[in-house]
Nanobody, 124 residues
């Protein structure tokens, strides 16, 4: 059974940091593009960042560029999102996802597997 499980969310003050993890199991993800999305209350889910297999390439949404860093450890089947200088507008449920057979994936429909999400709340 394929599973993606996020962890590391929580409540933090503006300007603070959090590190999200996404543990994958059930198949080999080393050749997948892995991504992070988020969904704020009353809004649609939006792309945050992705990383290609072997960490060859990364891409970030403009809203998080320079503050968030996506990495992966294929030996551990785990992906990370380091979030620094957090802002109240970063408050959302964060989801990790994987897309097989792709080199570029910024839309939800490109992703095959999804985690359940982890809540990130940034207070002002």
């Amino acid at each position: 059974q394929v599973q993606l499980e996020e962890s590391g969310g929580g409540l933090v003050q503006a300007g603070g940091s959090l590190r999200l993890s996404c543990a994958a199991s059930g198949r080999t993800f080393s050749r997948d593009v892995m991504g992070w999305f988020r969904q704020a209350p009353g809004k649609e889910r939006e792309f945050v960042a992705f990383i290609t297999w072997s960490a060859g390439s990364t891409l970030y949404a403009d809203s998080v560029k320079g503050r968030f860093t996506i990495t992966r450890d294929d030996a551990k089947n785990t992906m990370y999102l380091q979030m620094n200088n957090l802002k109240p507008e970063d408050t959302a449920v964060y989801y990790c996802a994987s897309a097989s057979g792709r080199y570029f994936a910024t839309t939800e429909r490109a992703y095959d597997y999804w985690g359940q999400g982890t809540q990130v709340t940034v207070s002002s």
